[in-house]
T-cell receptor, first 109, second 113 residues
């Protein structure tokens, strides 16, 4: 079973920042938070991951709370192509990925 | 860099028939996964290979599903006989051994009538 809780859907206006929340209150000390997204009819795509500190790459930023029980994925300037299902996944070491239902993010023009 | 290749992209069969899906992972990736994604749900792991050995097949319905990765590169997933509830997208993924990142193919969509 997935160890994370995400809202089923969210809307965001094009050009604005999209903030996607994720709860993972039972995360263990050696488990990472991963984010993947799945655009319609494609396979999931890696976005970002982190352990304790906030992380940023060319796609997004990941903010993890100090107690590590929740995190937020931020897409700074959402475009229509960011419409997808976003999965927050807690993963330890060499484990595979256990997906929940994710958040369906819809970017409105 | 070439991505994970899967074929066929689409397959329609009748129940009780058999079907096979093929996956070619990214070159050099030792770990390969098969996932099943039913409409409206997240992907569910079916089987994980490390080179040509099975690491985890606990969620593979072994009475009808089988998978192999004989030479530690390409892999095939077979369903025989298919049931209506096997209608899904079958995703193959391979893992970068250095970063741990999983790369997914576009999937094979199976419809069982």
């Amino acid at each position: 079973d997935a160890k994370t809780t995400q809202p089923p859907s969210m809307d965001c206006a094009e050009g604005r920042a999209a903030n996607l929340p994720c709860n993972h209150s039972t995360i263990s000390g050696n488990e990472y938070v991963y984010w993947y997204r799945q655009i319609h009819s494609q396979g999931p795509q890696y976005i970002i991951h982190g352990l304790k500190n906030n992380e940023t790459n060319e796609m997004a930023s990941l903010i993890i709370t100090e107690d590590r029980k929740s995190s937020t994925l931020i897409l700074p300037h959402a475009t229509l192509r960011d419409t997808a299902v976003y999965y927050c996944i807690v993963r330890g070491g060499a484990d595979g990925l256990t997906f929940g239902k994710g958040t369906h993010l819809i970017i409105q023009p | 860099e070439a991505g994970v290749a899967q074929s066929p992209r689409y397959k329609i069969i009748e129940k009780r028939q058999s079907v096979a899906f093929w996956c070619n992972p990214i070159s050099g990736h030792a770990t390969l996964y098969w996932y099943q994604q039913i409409l409206g749900q997240g992907p569910k792991l079916l089987i994980q290979f490390q080179n040509n050995g099975v690491v985890d097949d606990s969620q593979l319905p072994k009475d009808r599903f089988s998978a192999e990765r004989l030479k530690g590169v390409d892999s095939t997933l077979k369903i025989q006989p298919a049931k209506l509830e096997d209608s899904a997208v079958y995703l193959c993924a391979s893992k970068d051994g250095y970063t741990g990142e999983l790369f997914f193919g576009e999937g094979s969509r199976l419809t069982v009538l």
